[in-house]
C-alpha cells in the first residue's frame, strides 16, 4: 500500500511556506523606497511588497512582503522576495509569475492564479519607487490594462480570445476564466467583448 | 515532527470501527454472488438481507424499502432524475407535477443535478438560508404548488452542521402534494432518524460518514412511491438498482449502524461538551472570528469558524503540519476558485468563506484533542495574520488592532 506524502505541494514551496523569508514585520514602510500592493481580500489573494533600492546602482537591495493567501501564495511572494535582491530594476520589473512557478519547484495549474499577484505588486512597487524619485518618465504602466483582478487577465488576453473564437461572455470565461471568482469585472469585460467582435469581426 | 494525531474532518470521512472492520475482515472470503441459489450464492444472499434488516430498523423503515446503493450521491441522483421520468410518461400522473424545489446549501451532487434537470426541462428553484442556514419556510410555502413534484432539503449540512426541521417540511410539502426527499448522510447516525416520524418518501444515507465502509449507502423508498432506477439492467434490490451487489460493504453498513444504534444515545453530550470547550477556547484565545452555522440546531460534532484576514488553505496546511487534519471553506483547497456556496448561502462574506474552517469530531474525538488543538491554534492563526495584509496600515482589518 502507498503511504501518503508528507506535502501535497513541492519541497520548495513546503520550505518557503513554513519559513517564509523577509516577511515585513509590524506595519511601518517609511523605511522603505517603493510600496505596491495588488489583489484583495474578496478574492482571496491579496500581497503587498516593499523595497529598497541602491539609487546609484539602481539595483534592488531589500525586498519585503505581506501576503493574505493561500500556502502558494505566500511560498511564491517569500520566494519572489529572494529572487530580486541584487537585481536591477529592469531586471525585476520583468519577472514573470512563470519564473516564480518554475522557481517553487512547479505548481498545480488551479494555484497558478495564486502566484500572479507578486510581481504585479512588485511591479506597483518599482513604479511607485520612480514616482517617489522624481523619475515619473520611467515608471512603466502596464502596457495591457488589467480587467479581471483576481484572474489577472488583462484586455489583451480577452481581444486574443476574441481572436480566437470566443463569442459570448460564456466562451470567453472558458477560455479565460477571467470573472470566475468575484465577478465584478463582468460588465467591462462584455463591453470590451463586443468592441472586440466589432473591430475584428463586426458583429 | 507533530506529537499528535487528531483527526476532526469526521464530516468528510471517518476511519473504520473496529467492530466493522473485524466483521468484514472474517467475511473477506465471502465471494458469491447473492443472486446465485448455491451455498455461496445463498451465504451472500443472507448477509445482505440481514444488513438491510439493521438499516431499515435503525431508520424506522421496513426491508423492502431499502435500497443499497454505491453513494450517497448516487442516492441523490437516483431522486431527482426520477422526476424527469416524472415529467414524461413513465410516472403516470406526475407529468403536470415537473417542478423541483431545494435549497442553496445543498450538496454539490443535489446541487449539479438539479441544474443539470433545468437543462433538460425541469423547472428548478432554490431556497434561501438565513444567517444561520435554515430554510426559509415562509418562501417554501409560497413557492409549493400544483406544479411541484419533488422537494429536496437536506437534513444536516455538510459545511456548518444546521439541522433542518424534516417533519414540518414534509407536512407542508405533503399538503401541497409534492414528494419528499431529505439528504440524511450527514444527519443518520449522529442525529435520530425515524422515517416514518419525518415523513419523508426519500431518504438517503451513507455508510463511510458513520464509521462504515467507503462506496456503499443505502436509499429509503416509501412504499407505494413512485420510483424509477437511474442504474437498468438487472433484478437485483428488486429491480430498482442494477449491477451485483457489493456484499462486503452492504455487510459492513449493517455493522455500522448496529454499532451507531448501541453508541450513538451516549455519544451526543460528550460531542456537545467537547464543541464548548472548543468553541470557548477559540473565542476567549482569537479575536477577529465569526462562528457559522446554528448555535443550537446543528450537529454535536461541527463547528466551522472564520478567521478574519487569514486564508483558510494556509490554516489548513499549518494545521496539518502539526499532525491536525480539518478542512476549509476556502476556494483554494478545493480546486475551485469560489468559496464555500454554503457560507455565501448564508450571507456570510467571501473573505470570510475564504478563510473559514470545519472542526468536525467524531466517536474517537478526546478533551485531550481539543485541548491540543486549542494549543496549537492561536499560535498559527497569529503567524499567518503576521505575513498578512490585512493586519497593516491601511488594511482591511488594521483598525481592529
Redesign the interface.
Known amino acids: 500500500m502507498l503511504q501518503a506524502g508528507d506535502w ?1 505541494y513541492s519541497e520548495t514551496l513546503k520550505e518557503h ?2 519559513n ?1 523569508k523577509n ?3 509590524g ?3 517609511d523605511e522603505f523606497d517603493g510600496v505596491g ?1 495588488e489583489g484583495n ?8 511588497v516593499v523595497i529598497k533600492v541602491d539609487k546609484e546602482k539602481g539595483v534592488i537591495q531589500d525586498c519585503q ?10 511560498a511564491s511572494t517569500s520566494i519572489l522576495s529572494e529572487m530580486v535582491k541584487g537585481r536591477t530594476l529592469d531586471q525585476a520589473f520583468n519577472i514573470s509569475p512563470k519564473e516564480v512557478a518554475q522557481a517553487l519547484g512547479g505548481l498545480p495549474d ?2 497558478i ?2 502566484s500572479v499577484l507578486g510581481d504585479k505588486a512588485l511591479r506597483a512597487a518599482i513604479n511607485n519607487y520612480y514616482t517617489r524619485n522624481g523619475q515619473e518618465d520611467k515608471v512603466k504602466q502596464e502596457q495591457a490594462k488589467v480587467i479581471c483582478q ?2 489577472s487577465i488583462t484586455d489583451h488576453d480577452i481581444e486574443d480570445a476574441v481572436l480566437e473564437g470566443a463569442r459570448t461572455y460564456f466562451e470567453l470565461q472558458e477560455r479565460t ?1 477571467l470573472g ?3 465577478g465584478q469585472c463582468k460588465d467591462e469585460a462584455e463591453l470590451l467583448l463586443e468592441k472586440f467582435k466589432h473591430i475584428h469581426f463586426g458583429v | 515532527m507533530a506529537d499528535m494525531k487528531v483527526y476532526f474532518d469526521n464530516n468528510a470521512t471517518t476511519p473504520l470501527h473496529p467492530e466493522v472492520k473485524k466483521e468484514m475482515i472474517a467475511a473477506m472470503e465471502m465471494f458469491g454472488n447473492p443472486s446465485s441459489m448455491h451455498a455461496y450464492g445463498r451465504e451472500a444472499r443472507a448477509n445482505v438481507e440481514n444488513a438491510r434488516r439493521k438499516v431499515a430498523e435503525f431508520i424506522g423503515a421496513s426491508e423492502k424499502e431499502i435500497i443499497f446503493v454505491g453513494s450517497g450521491s448516487e442516492a441523490n441522483n437516483t431522486v431527482l432524475s426520477l422526476f424527469v421520468c416524472g415529467s414524461s410518461q413513465c410516472i403516470p400522473g406526475s407529468k403536470s407535477r415537473s417542478s423541483i424545489i431545494t435549497t442553496k446549501i445543498e450538496h454539490p451532487c443535489v446541487l449539479e443535478t438539479s441544474e443539470c434537470l433545468g437543462h433538460r426541462g425541469v423547472r428548478v428553484r432554490y431556497l434561501d438560508v438565513d444567517q444561520y442556514g435554515k430554510v426559509d419556510l415562509d418562501q417554501l410555502a409560497g413557492m409549493l404548488g400544483s406544479d411541484v413534484g419533488l422537494v429536496s432539503i437536506m437534513m444536516a449540512n455538510n459545511e456548518i452542521g444546521t439541522l433542518q426541521d424534516i417533519e414540518t417540511i414534509a407536512k407542508m410539502v405533503h399538503e401541497s402534494g409534492a414528494l419528499m426527499h431529505t439528504d440524511a448522510v450527514q444527519a443518520v447516525g449522529k442525529v435520530p432518524v425515524d422515517v416514518r416520524k419525518l415523513g419523508v418518501d426519500f431518504l438517503t444515507m451513507s455508510a463511510h460518514k458513520i464509521y462504515g465502509p467507503k462506496g456503499v449507502g443505502a436509499l429509503f423508498v416509501r412504499k407505494g412511491v413512485p420510483y424509477c432506477p437511474l442504474i437498468r439492467g438487472g433484478h437485483q434490490e428488486l429491480g430498482r438498482r442494477a449491477g451485483t451487489e457489493n456484499t462486503l460493504g452492504i455487510l459492513g453498513l449493517g455493522k455500522a449502524v448496529e454499532m451507531r444504534a448501541l453508541e450513538m444515545p451516549y455519544e451526543e453530550e460528550r460531542l456537545l461538551d467537547l464543541k464548548h470547550i472548543l468553541r470557548n477556547g477559540i473565542e476567549e484565545s482569537i479575536d477577529d472570528i465569526h462562528f457559522n452555522g446554528h448555535p443550537t440546531d446543528a450537529l454535536a460534532s461541527t463547528l466551522n469558524v472564520s478567521f478574519s ?6 490554516i489548513l ?1 499549518y494545521l ?2 502539526e499532525g491536525i487534519a480539518v478542512s476549509t471553506g ?4 478545493s ?5 464555500s456556496h454554503v457560507l455565501l448561502a448564508t450571507g456570510v ?3 470570510l468563506a ?1 478563510g473559514s474552517i470545519r472542526f468536525s469530531m467524531g466517536r474517537e474525538s478526546s478533551r485531550e484533542e481539543v485541548d491540543y488543538l486549542l494549543d496549537v491554534l492561536p499560535r498559527i492563526i497569529q503567524r499567518i495574520r ?8 491601511g ?2 482589518h ?1 483598525a481592529s488592532r
Open positions: 501535497a511556506f513554513m517564509p516577511i515585513l514585520q506595519e511601518n514602510t500592493m481580500l474578496q478574492c482571496g489573494d491579496q500581497m503587498m512582503w505581506k501576503t493574505y493567501g493561500c500556502a502558494s501564495a505566500i488551479h494555484k492564479h495564486c483576481c484572474m476564466k470566475t471568482v468575484c | 484576514g487569514v486564508e483558510g488553505e494556509a496546511l496539518d503540519i476556502s476556494a483554494c483547497a480546486g475551485s476558485l469560489d468559496p462574506n467571501a473573505e475564504h503576521n505575513m498578512s495584509t490585512a493586519y497593516i496600515k488594511g482591511m488594521a
